[in-house]
Every structure is written in C-alpha cells, then in structure tokens.
C-alpha cells in the first residue's frame, strides 16, 4: 500500500531464524534465504548514512516517525535484524554475509549509543515518540530485545551502556 515499513523486513528475518530455531527445517530455510538476504541487504542500505535507518515508517505511522531522521523503534529492529540475520548467513555458510551483518550490527549499536543517548544529552533530536522529551524511550522500542530473547538470540546489546 505504499508505505516502507522499516521494521516489517527485520521481523521477517527474526521469524525465519524462530522457525529454522523451533523446527530445524533446513528446506524452508533454503527456501527463504533468498529473500531474507535481500531484506538484510535492504536493511544495510537504509542505514547506509550513519549505522541506522533514516526517515522510515514502522507499525506506529500514526505518530509521524518518517518526519524524523532517526527513530529509536526503527534503530533497535534494525540492530535485531542485523544479529538474526549474521546467525542465519552463517548457518547458510554464507560466511563473508554473516561478516558483513556482524559488521552493520556493531556500526548500528555505536549509531544508536549516540544518536539515542549521548548525543541527545544536548538536546538533538532521536525521536522516540515524545518530541517534547528527547531523552525517554518508548517501551515498544524494547520489543525487539524481547523478540532476540525469544528466538535465543539472547541480550544482544541492543540498547546503549546505560541499559546494557
């Protein structure tokens, strides 16, 4: 329907890492990996700039986040899609991808330290749902931690050394 939702390809690639997780069903994996790598692919270009997507809709359209640089809901998916996707390529024996992936999580979570949390100390914007408040955090942001728990992807580091 036109909208580029920023966190529906991370999902997809966090689904398909469950699956091949709770059934070991390496023909559907096979099958998939085509597509989840695009979506990784797709997932590194949006953060190309500066380690994290840029002005990108996500579930929560309704509050505007693609009027912002960066959002923190965005940012933390992308950081889920990078580490499920670095466990999928290297099952594939996709090696050099599970590198790159592993490469694009670390850039994403320095991004995020400081677009989320140092920077904004100062008063720049990281949109987090309250334009008013550039230091709170949504607790949806949270969601994809809770999804790296259950796929046993485990505490990722997703968020910044305040919350780690």
């Given at each position: 329907c036109g909208r580029v939702m920023s966190d529906v390809s991370s999902m997809y690639?966090?689904?398909v890492l469950e699956l091949y997780r709770w059934?070991?069903?390496?023909?559907?994996?096979?099958?998939?990996?085509?597509?989840?790598?695009?979506?990784a692919q797709w997932q590194m270009n949006v953060s190309a700039q500066d380690?994290?997507?840029?002005h990108l809709e996500n579930t929560y359209d309704i509050l505007g986040p693609t009027r912002y640089k960066h959002v923190s809901y965005n940012s933390v998916f992308h950081l889920l899609a990078m580490k499920a996707c670095a466990e999928l390529a290297t099952v594939m024996g996709d090696s050099?991808?599970?590198?790159?992936?592993?490469?694009?999580?670390?850039?994403?979570?320095?991004?995020?330290?400081?677009?989320?949390?140092?920077?904004n100390i100062s008063g720049a914007p990281?949109?987090?749902?309250?334009?008013?408040?550039?230091?709170?955090?949504?607790a949806d942001s949270l969601y994809a931690q809770l999804l790296a728990d259950s796929v046993g992807l485990g505490?990722?580091?997703?968020?910044?050394?305040?919350?780690?």
């Open positions: 690639i966090t689904y059934q070991n069903d390496t023909t559907t994996l096979h099958e998939l990996w085509p597509v989840v790598k695009k979506a380690g994290t997507p840029e050099d991808f599970a590198a790159a992936c592993t490469i694009a999580l670390k850039r994403g979570q320095t991004a995020l330290d400081e677009q989320q949390w140092v920077t990281h949109y987090s749902f309250a334009a008013d408040r550039s230091q709170s955090l949504m505490h990722c580091r997703l968020l910044g050394p305040q919350l780690s």
